[in-house]
């Protein structure tokens, strides 16, 4: 009888290590703090149900499994719930239908792999909704009822699987989609959102900008990042109907080729990022009367030509285009800037194939009026530039090759 009662005694202390250790961090009893248990774990009420008090529940990093319909019952005035980086697969229906003031939802970092419709009906004051890193493969129609801030990133979802109605919902402002295959994903899959500030697409494997970015109603988007995806070309004039936009990141693309207007349209662009590209040209009219544009990067391609004109009646203040194939610059380039209205005081213009006599130049220019630039790269420990024959800054394309072999042969 002695062994069968250690065996049950055991048992017991086995199950109540496995559970999750949850105290408040106030005396208020208001914050829930949760730490893990030593075995995985269903969530069951009881552990942090039926306090009507609590405001914020923390159990990221819990070894949960799975949760119950009833887990969060008798929490009225929760505000914060954080499940992420537990194991979950999915989320039973009914589970939020209790949290009437549930504004912050983290489940990121879990297995989920679907989410049944219906699940969010209840939660009306939702603001921020997290489901990065999960294994999403779609999201169902009308699941997503209220969100200003949504997070998708990091999950399965393949654009040309998504349901265009799939934002059935006006009030998003920040939308999250990086790191998802969002190739032939339906024109039409934004036309809802109408108060769209931020948006991240982010290494989606795109080989073209996509269409959905380009319906009438996303003229309140701001900020729009499509970093590290695989677009060749954009030979139209497709970001017309973003009239607001802020700041435009395509860095890490394949980009060699862009349309002489691409930006004429966006009148409040003040910040563009096109490093880490193909780019052998800028044209003459590239960032022509963009009149708040104030910082460009063009930095790791393969210009050989940077026409001055390419600024004029801009607000340059912040120019990058170190590390291209530029042997040379239009003569006074950072004065004729300044004529045209920009206002350069940062200028980086190293590692590139500098004709030594048109280096000196600039350096004299920049010093003279004052500007900022990487200095480092020019304290004469190291070679930064090439010189044949006269020492004379020549200005013809013609010239240029001879320029680039000689300081290939040195690098």
């Known amino acids: 009888m002695a062994v069968i009662w250690c065996v049950i005694l055991l048992g017991v202390i086995s199950n109540i290590e496995a559970k999750p250790f949850c105290k408040f961090d106030d005396e208020s009893s208001r914050h829930l703090e949760c730490s893990p248990g030593d075995t995985d774990y269903v969530l069951d009420k009881g552990l ?9 529940i923390r159990l990221s990093i819990c070894k949960i499994s799975s949760l119950s319909n009833d887990c969060f019952e008798g929490l009225p005035r929760l505000e914060r719930l954080d499940i992420a980086h537990n194991k979950l697969r999915t989320l039973p229906l009914g589970v939020l239908d209790k949290l009437p003031k549930l504004t912050y939802f983290n489940a990121s970092y879990n297995r989920i792999i679907n989410l049944p419709v219906g699940l969010f009906d209840n939660t009306q004051n939702l603001i921020q909704l997290d489901l990065t890193g999960n294994h999403l493969y779609e999201i169902n129609p009308g699941l997503i009822k209220k969100a200003s801030i949504l997070y998708l990133s990091k999950n399965y979802l393949q654009g040309r699987d998504i349901h265009p109605n799939v934002f059935e919902i ?15 994903a339906p024109d039409n899959m934004l036309r809802t959102l109408r108060e769209l500030l931020f948006l991240n697409l982010d290494k989606c494997s795109l080989t073209e900008v996509p269409k959905f970015i380009t319906t009438i109603n996303l003229d309140t988007v701001t900020h729009l990042t499509m970093a590290d995806n695989k677009i060749v070309a954009i030979n139209e004039p497709i970001f017309d109907n973003l009239k607001d936009l802020e700041v435009l990141n395509l860095t890490m693309n394949l980009l060699d080729s862009l ?12 910040k563009i990022d096109l490093s880490m590209n193909r780019l052998k040209v800028i044209t003459e009219h590239q960032f022509q009367n963009t009149p708040v544009l104030s910082d460009v990067n063009l930095s790791y391609n393969f210009i050989t030509i940077l026409p001055v004109n390419a600024f004029r009646a801009s607000a340059l203040s912040n120019l ?14 950072c004065l004729e800037l300044k004529n045209s209205g920009a206002a350069l005081r940062d200028f980086n213009f190293s590692k590139n194939p500098w004709q030594c006599a048109c280096l000196r130049e600039l350096l004299r220019e920049v010093k003279t009026m004052n500007l900022k630039y990487d ?5 004469g420990s190291r070679p930064v530039c090439v010189s044949a024959g006269q020492f004379v800054c020549k200005r013809q394309v013609y ?3 001879v320029f680039l072999d000689m300081y290939d042969l040195i690098h």
Not at 50 to 55: A, E, G, K
Not at 260 to 270: A, G, M, V
């Open 48 to 56: 942090v149900s039926d306090n009507p008090r609590t405001i914020t």
């Open 170 to 184: 006006s009030d998003v402002n920040f939308l999250l989609l990086n790191e998802n295959d969002m190739n032939g």
């Open 259 to 270: 349309n002489d207007n691409l930006f004429t349209s966006l009148k409040k662009l003040k």
């Open 320 to 333: 990058d285009i170190s590390n291209n194939r530029l042997t040379y610059l239009q003569d006074n380039f």
């Open 375 to 379: 200095d480092v790269n020019y304290d």
């Open 399 to 401: 010239d240029n090759q």
